[in-house]
Nanobody, 114 residues
C-alpha cells in the first residue's frame, strides 16, 4: 500500500490549495479514503472522508465545512482535497489515510500566512 500526497505549500489567508493523494498497491475503488491534519504540537484531526463510489455523502469536520471539498478519481486512483478560504488555523501537515488498511501517507505541509 502506498499513499503519496502532493500540493501543499504556502498560501495567504483567503487563498486556496488543492491537495492530491495518489494511491497504489490496493483496490482503490473498494476503499473509503480520508484526509487528516496535524498542527504543530497537536494531535491528528479528521478533516474529511469519502466512501467508495456510490457510498453515502462525504464527511467534513465542522471547522472546514463549506470551505473544503473532498473528491476522488477512480481512473487516476487519486483522492483530492480542495481547500478554499484558507485561514491561519488551517496550517498543518495534511495526511492521506486509508481507514480499512490503516495506512498513512507521508503528509504534505500547508502553511497559511501573510
Amino acid at each position: 500500500v502506498q499513499l503519496v500526497e502532493s500540493g501543499g505549500g504556502l498560501v495567504q489567508p483567503g487563498g486556496a490549495l488543492t491537495l492530491s493523494c495518489a494511491a497504489s498497491g490496493f483496490t482503490f475503488s473498494a476503499n473509503a479514503m480520508s484526509w487528516y491534519r496535524q498542527a504543530q504540537g497537536k494531535g491528528r484531526e479528521l478533516v474529511a472522508s469519502i466512501g467508495s463510489p456510490g457510498a453515502i455523502r462525504p464527511f467534513y469536520a465542522d471547522s472546514v465545512k463549506g470551505r473544503f471539498f473532498i473528491s476522488r478519481d477512480e481512473a487516476q486512483k487519486t483522492v483530492f482535497l480542495q481547500m478554499n478560504s484558507l485561514k491561519p488555523e488551517d496550517t498543518a501537515v495534511y495526511l492521506c489515510y486509508a481507514p480499512a488498511l490503516r495506512s498513512w501517507g507521508q503528509g504534505t505541509q500547508v502553511t497559511v500566512s501573510s
